[in-house]
């Protein structure tokens, strides 16, 4: 596949964590998280969000975000999140499958749901007809590419927290966010309230291994067991565990994921000196959303590979990753150029 802005996905894995992976690769050590690497990595999760996380790793993010909201909700309660929700879209149904409950959807342009698009689905607290509100699951990033502010996220965790329910967060680019917003990892999640985090690693430069983080103790009882029936247990955990001892060595995390922001940028810019394309998000993370004709879709996926978000309105999306350089983007940008003067 030619380099090209498809997905932080597509990028291979940093040469730091692929080194932290062969150097755990020495002899024997005892399986399923009871090595050496795996205890350590403990501290570590705890030196970066606070004393109070428990944090338990795990394959994927679906996986992380299924075990999250498994652990805090029953098959009578709901999930209430973006219309625009990986775990709506891009889940197959895990989510409703897994938890016996339903998601209830906001709507939104942005990706970003707000105090008021939460509360219309406050009516029927306490009646047994109806399924019970548990969960406010949000993105940080959204799926859009736009960032909440710290206030906004506090707004959420206070009204979640006053009506007896929880705060979730989806945070497969949450160091991209952290980076962009210039705030610890912790900053950004126990110090606003959040209740637990699905934390990624994969998209950033990991060759595998999510994390699901609680910040209340009596979500992470039984958890253990949970991720065990949801195969979720890696046995050989040291290679997971090692990766994320190199990912936050010297805020490795924050030094890939501020470049894919930078990267996003540059191609912004650029991208806006080309008038037949216009870019209908802000630009705040990794990822650049934008509109243009058919035609010009079309004659670029000739050469790069990206996916087309919205069809009907002729919008794609284009991430940038660790890896991705300023060349990958003179070039992907000058072949859009000649294209849009045919």
């Keep these: 596949m030619k380099r090209g802005f498809g997905s932080d996905n597509h990028s291979g894995i940093h040469p730091e964590i692929l080194n932290a992976i062969f150097e755990a690769n020495v002899g024997h050590a005892m399986a399923y998280g009871e090595d050496e690497w795996t205890q350590e990595i403990e501290t570590i999760f705890k030196q970066a969000f606070g004393q109070e996380a428990n944090a338990f790793l795990v394959f994927n993010g679906t996986g992380a975000n299924v075990l999250a909201l498994k652990a805090m909700t029953q098959s009578f309660q709901a999930v209430?999140?973006?219309?625009?929700?990986?775990?709506?879209?891009?889940?197959?149904?895990?989510?409703?499958?897994?938890?016996?409950?339903?998601?209830?959807?906001?709507?939104?342009?942005?990706?970003?749901?707000?105090?008021?698009?939460?509360?219309?689905?406050?009516?029927?607290?306490?009646?047994?007809?109806?399924?019970?509100?548990?969960?406010?699951?949000?993105?940080?990033?959204?799926?859009?590419?736009?960032?909440?502010?710290?206030?906004?996220?506090?707004?959420?965790?206070?009204?979640?927290?006053?009506?007896?329910?929880?705060?979730?967060?989806?945070?497969?680019?949450?160091?991209?966010?952290?980076?962009?917003?210039?705030?610890?990892?912790?900053?950004?999640?126990?110090?606003?309230?959040?209740?637990?985090?699905?934390?990624?690693?994969?998209?950033?430069?990991?060759?595998?291994?999510?994390?699901?983080?609680?910040?209340?103790?009596?979500?992470?009882?039984?958890?253990?067991y949970r991720r065990k029936q949801v195969a979720q247990l890696y046995s050989k955990m040291r290679f997971m565990s090692a990766q994320f001892k190199a990912y936050f060595k010297d805020d490795l995390w924050k030094k890939l994921a501020q470049h894919s922001n930078n990267m996003a940028q540059l191609l912004a810019q650029k991208i806006l000196e080309i008038k037949q394309v216009q870019i209908v998000q802000k630009v705040e993370v990794n990822g650049v959303f934008a509109r243009m004709a058919p035609e010009i879709i079309a004659a670029l996926l000739e050469d790069y590979f990206f996916y087309e978000w919205d069809e009907e309105q002729h919008e794609v999306r284009w991430l940038c990753s660790w890896d991705t350089t300023e060349d990958d983007i003179n070039s992907f940008t000058e072949k859009l150029r000649r294209i849009t003067m045919r």
């Design 80 to 224: 209430i999140c973006a219309d625009t929700a990986h775990i709506h879209v891009d889940e197959c149904g895990a989510p409703e499958h897994f938890l016996g409950g339903t998601l209830l959807l906001v709507n939104t342009s942005d990706g970003k749901i707000t105090v008021e698009g939460v509360e219309q689905y406050f009516k029927n607290f306490g009646f047994q007809h109806h399924i019970q509100p548990k969960v406010i699951s949000i993105s940080q990033p959204t799926e859009l590419g736009t960032l909440y502010q710290p206030d906004e996220i506090v707004a959420l965790a206070n009204l979640a927290h006053e009506n007896n329910m929880y705060l979730h967060v989806d945070g497969a680019r949450f160091s991209n966010a952290a980076a962009a917003l210039n705030m610890s990892l912790k900053e950004l999640s126990a110090d606003l309230g959040v209740d637990a985090l699905s934390f990624g690693g994969t998209k950033n430069g990991l060759m595998m291994g999510e994390a699901v983080i609680f910040f209340r103790p009596e979500l992470a009882e039984n958890f253990v």
